[in-house]
Structures are given as structure tokens and as C-alpha cells.
């Protein structure tokens, strides 16, 4: 078969927003995806599980039909209808449940299944143009976000293209070899060309410490006293740049004063590192005057994540970095794009909106908990797209409990059967990225990516769009956007926004947004009124959470409680071919992850009676899951990694690890702490060596 190339762009839920050449080998087929070499940032790169995305969009599982629940809830059982009596159903239960409670109690849902600028929020206006509930959504960056506002203010820094030109490349808290696989050439590119070492900070020994100069593995939620030591020792020996410290942040004496008790010894009884390794990091970073640090968000899902990524992104401040090309930091690009979406997303009603939902509490929502429904009445009607909750969602078990009452309509619209879809009173089909038209924010960079429809829709599936548009018309929505098709929203979008014509874009695939270099390493001032980077953030204006946070650089104590009944820290990070729950279902990346596996270090296996390939049985009060032990000394001894989130059919009690996570929101903002578990650990009896 002779393939046509066409561009598209990725929807998933990465920060490297990557534009892509599609082998189209027909209408409806494609075969490998590739990236395009053009764009800076993706380089001619993909990571492995969207190369072989043919597998996912021509999967047989995938959903294609509306269906009506039929069993019990969550069950999973349901018959095939048409889309008329699909949305008829769905939006009769939202009338029925606003006419009994108000319209705040329907809820639309959403979260990362997609990116895109038109799929993924044009959701929001249904809460826009019926006062629902609007939704405020913590899941994934909050903590880091609250974290760099304090400091930094603003949501943007230096391009990650930029580390080609930086001498000392910091990875602190991701593993861009799972996440952000571009990341990768471009940082080997600067170690090739110029000799760049790289130094990789994170809880346990990552593929991408696998590839550093110097690996540091702490403990985790205790970055901020590294990076306070760090400052300690620059300070005592004169590593600091004092006019920049002047000119650009709120530095003064009693941040200084403060900072002099930070030593070494100190944070090397709080992160387990040696004396030495931290001194040295600090000498190292102090004298490079091109360094650049590139964040990941992995260290900020801790209780303590947003102070830690303030005291780890105040470090650039105190050399003076920033002031360098190749030099500063980057941690995410979220407000540097200038989109004019009062069209795509009904901007111009959303004081429309009364109550917002906080994402991450859905099990504490769904359950009636007073506070998390903000004075409110009950949800009695969702509508879910892009998003398996019942899954990823922090107390996964309480998610479940509340989808499984009587009194809630659930219509969930996915491409698979997903934990949350076996929830649907009504199951709708979606389509994939390669069969719609969107816009997607580089958030890992800085270029606005366009992703044109490739394929003809897969059997009855609709975008998010079409449905959302549908629906709100059946409920009598008059908007100009919802007789717009997504080719002509994005259209629309890119017009009002000044960013040009989608015919002559659709060609490059992709809008640089790039800030200026002067923006990007903030030397007209930093994203505060006063133009300073903040040492001594003020946390109350960030989020309501903010009692007891620390108001000056500092580690702050407040990880989950390790004890006698709970004595090991469960940090669940991403493996390399699963994204969140996406692509748990391709042979391929199913093939490479193989089992859900806990590494538990050698001291502790020994002392739970534990060997290599073993079943262990992990837990806490929230509940507990069964998964194979890998025995590594990968973390530091009282850590346990497992990577991925894996589906429910992985695991003994039929649900998976995110039923051991606490959805307590993490300060200022919100998010949930899903590094952060306090756990007991044990071999697990099969039932066949007990008899
Ligand atoms: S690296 Fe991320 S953005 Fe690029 S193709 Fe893979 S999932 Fe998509």
C-alpha cells in the first residue's frame, strides 16, 4: 500500500506537544506516525507508544456504538441504541436533575484524554450556558503551578530548546526518557556539542539518571532541603550573584540570615543524601553560569509540592542564570499563548458559572461531603469526557462508591471501556485525535501545534465536540459556536487570536508563540506587580489552602506520616508506554510493561520476608492492591515505586493503586498528592500454597 504523509499534531496528555507525519494508508487506515522534523522542539521525534499508534486507533475494542446500561451500576453491561435516544436520555436527566435540585447539581466532567483547545474544554460551556457547576481542575500541575507563582510568578520560563546551549543541565523531578522524550535530544545535543553534564534529581534511579553525569536519589518531598542547602552553600562561599539577587528578587537579610542554618548536614538528615553530595551539586551549579533546570512535576504531587518546587526554582535567582542564554529554568508554558477562545469555549458567558468543583475531590463530591460541594446541592448528573476517573482519581474506591448511586445519571463518552465507562447509564463513542480537527498548547515548549483531521470517523463515533453541541442544543442553548464545526472553531480561534489563517498553518503544522528572550528569562522583571522573584512567597493569594505554609524558602514537614502500622512511602510514577490510563490497552505497550511490579528495597524485603518475583500485598486504610516485588535498591531504603496505573483487570480486589492515594487537597490550590502514600507492605499468601 503507498502511504501519503500528512501532518497532524499529538493530543495527549505530555508536555512535548509533538507535531507528527502520518503514513495515511488509506481513509481509513494509517500506519506508522512519526514527527515532524521541522518543528524545534519534536526534532523528528515520537515516543514508541504514539509510533505504533495504529494499534490504538484501529483497536478492536474500541467503542462504536451508543449503548444504555442495562445491569447494575458499574457492571459494565449495556445494549446498543442510536444516538437520538442517546442524547434524548442524557438530556432529560439533566433537565429532571435541575428541575429537583438546581442546575448546579449537573456536573460536565473533564480532564487530559485530550489537550486540545476546541475537544477537550469546549465542555466547559455547558456549565457556561446553563449554570452547571463549572469544574476547577487540579488533578495534574496544580501543586507545581502554585509552586512556580510563588516564586516566579506567571506560568512560563526559558525554552527547553535552549539547554543546547546550556553548560550544566539539571533534570529535578521528572523522567523525560518516560514523559518528555524530545527533551532527551536536545539535552544530548548540548552534551555532544559543548561538553553539557547532566545531573538528574529525583526519588528513585530513573531511565534518565540511567543516562546522567550524576544521579542524586533523595527522599521523597524533601527537594526544598536540597535546594536550601544548595542556596546555603552558594551563599557561605560566594557562588552568588549579589547585584542580580538586588536588582531582580525580594533577597534581603532575613532571607539571608534564614538560609545560613540550611547546611548541608541539616538537609542530609532530612533528604538522605551525603554531606558531600549535596556540597558538591551546590559548587557545581554555583559556578555554572549556564545552567538550566528543567522541572518535571512528578516531585511537586507531594504534600509539600509546592514549596518544594519554590526553593528548587529559586535557585536560578541566586546565581543569576536567568540572565544567560542556555541558562534559568522551565517548568511549563501556560500563559504565554494569547488565545482568544470566547467563541470555542463560550468565555464570554462564563460568569454564567456559580459553583466550581474541585476535580480531584470528585470521591469527597460524589459522596455528599459538605465542603467539597461548596455549599451546594448534590450531583445528581454528570457528563464525563476525556477522563476514566474511577481509575486515575486519587481514593479511587470512594470515586466508585459515589458513581454507584442510584440517585446520579452518569453519561460518559470514551473510545474505550473504561473503568469509568462500565459506570455509564449512558455510554457514548468517541472519536480520536486523527479523526478530528484541533489546536493543542505545547505546554513542554512553546509552539501552538495544529493537528488536522486524518482519518474518516471509526463506525458511530462523534467528537467531543459534536456531542457537546448536540446535547446543548436538545437543551435549548443558543450559542454561535454550537452550529460550528471543529475545522472552523479552530479556524475561528486562530483568526480572533491573530495568530493566522488555518489553510497557511495546517502546512507548517504548527504557531510559534515564543516569548521574547527578555520575557523568557524575565529580565524586563519577573511575573510579580514588583517585578521580583519572591523568596518570601505569599501563599494566601495563591490558594485558599495556605495555613502553616512556610513564608520564607524552606523545607516544609508535612509529608504523609510514616509509622509502625504504615512504615513505607509508596510514590507511583509513570512508566514509559503507559500515559496515565491511555495505552494500557495496546498489545505493544502492554507487552513492554509486562505486570504491575512493586521495587522495594533489599533491607526492607529482607525484613518483610520478601524475594524477587514474590506477590506482595501493599495497603493502607484506604484499601489495598496485590503486585509482583521487584527487588532494587532503585530508592532509598523505606521507598516503594510502582509505576503506572494500571487497569482494574491487574489487580485482586478489581481496582486499582489509586484507591491507596489520599485526595486531600495539597496547598495552596489543590491537586492530589499521588507521590505521598504512607503504606504497610507484606508477602502475600496465594491461596494454593496456604492449602
Ligand atoms: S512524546 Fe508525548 S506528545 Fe510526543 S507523541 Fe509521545 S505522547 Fe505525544
Redesign the pocket.
Known sequence: MTAEIVRSA?????????A?EVERLSPTRIGR?R?NPDLPF?AG???E???RYAERVHHPDRLTHPLKRVGAKGEGRFEQIGWDEALDTVSLAFKTAAEKYGSESVWPYHSGGTLGVVQRYGIERMSRLFNYSGMTGTICVTPAMSGWAAGVGGQRGVDPCEVEESDLIVVWGGNPVH????LMSHIQKARKTRGAKLVVVDVYRTSTMAAADIGLVLRPGTDAALACAMMQVMLAEGMVDEPYLAEYSDFDDEVRTHLAGKTPNWAAAITGLTVDEITAFARLYGRTQKSYIKFGVGFTRSRNGATSMHAASALPAMTGAWQYRGGGAFWGSFDIWGLDTTLAHADDKAGNVTRMLDQSRIGAILNGQEDALEGGPPVAAMFIQNSNTALVAADSAAVRRGLLREDLFVCVHEQFMTATARYADILLPAAMFLEVDDIYKGWGHTALTVGPRVLERHADCRSNLEVVNALAKRLGAEHPSLDMSSEELVDATLDASNLGELSMIKEQGWVDCSPSFEDAHFLSGFRHSDGRFHFKPNWSEIGPYHVGMPSIVDHWDVVDTVGVDRPFRLVTPPPRTY?NSSFTETPGSQKRERRPTAMIHPVDAQSCGVEDGDMVRLGNARGDVVMYAKISDTAKQGVVIAEGVWPDNNFDRGIGINMLIDATPVPPAGGSAFHDTAIWLRPEVMQDAAD
Open positions: 499529538c493530543p495527549h496528555d505530555c508536555p512535548s506537544a509533538c507528527l506516525i514527527g519534536t521525534v515520537v515516543c507508544k504514539v509510533g514523559t518528555n522524550v524530545n500515559l
